[in-house]
């Protein structure tokens, strides 16, 4: 009975170490597809804060796919916002944004 409690707790925590978003993979994101527009990352994630960019990555970064694509000035992002792609990255690029968002106190190393 141990040795069965043990193994389910095991992979519970296994799988949610896994199912989580990776900082690293959403900064890997950003630096690829968001310094083409937002050449100063650093600059640019610290200008909103952490219930900023909560409220823009909801419903899978809706609401920041949809600023960009109402932007002329973004159409360069045109084509990414509204691929799978960002769909599926969404996760990390959300947890990067809200780590070093303004009221974190950090500060990215994006190079």
């Given at each position: 009975?141990?040795?069965?409690?043990?193994?389910?707790?095991?992979?519970?925590f296994?799988?949610?170490v896994?199912?989580?978003?990776?900082?690293?993979?959403?900064?890997?994101?950003?630096?690829?597809?968001?310094?083409?527009?937002?050449?100063?990352g650093?600059?640019?994630?610290?200008?909103?804060?952490?219930?900023?960019y909560?409220?823009?990555?909801?419903?899978?970064?809706?609401?920041?796919?949809?600023?960009?694509?109402?932007?002329?000035?973004?159409?360069?992002?045109?084509?990414?916002?509204?691929?799978?792609?960002?769909?599926k990255?969404?996760?990390?690029?959300?947890?990067?944004?809200?780590?070093?968002?303004?009221?974190?106190?950090?500060?990215?190393?994006?190079?």
């Open positions: 009975m141990n040795k069965f409690f043990f193994f389910l707790v095991s992979v519970g296994l799988t949610g896994i199912s989580n978003a990776a900082i690293y993979k959403g900064q890997k994101e950003y630096v690829k597809q968001c310094t083409k527009c937002h050449e100063s650093q600059v640019f994630i610290a200008e909103r804060k952490i219930k900023d909560k409220k823009l990555m909801k419903k899978k970064g809706a609401l920041l796919a949809e600023l960009h694509l109402k932007n002329k000035d973004a159409q360069k992002s045109w084509k990414y916002f509204k691929s799978t792609k960002y769909t990255k969404t996760k990390h690029l959300a947890q990067f944004l809200i780590e070093y968002a303004k009221d974190s106190g950090n500060v990215p190393a994006c190079n």
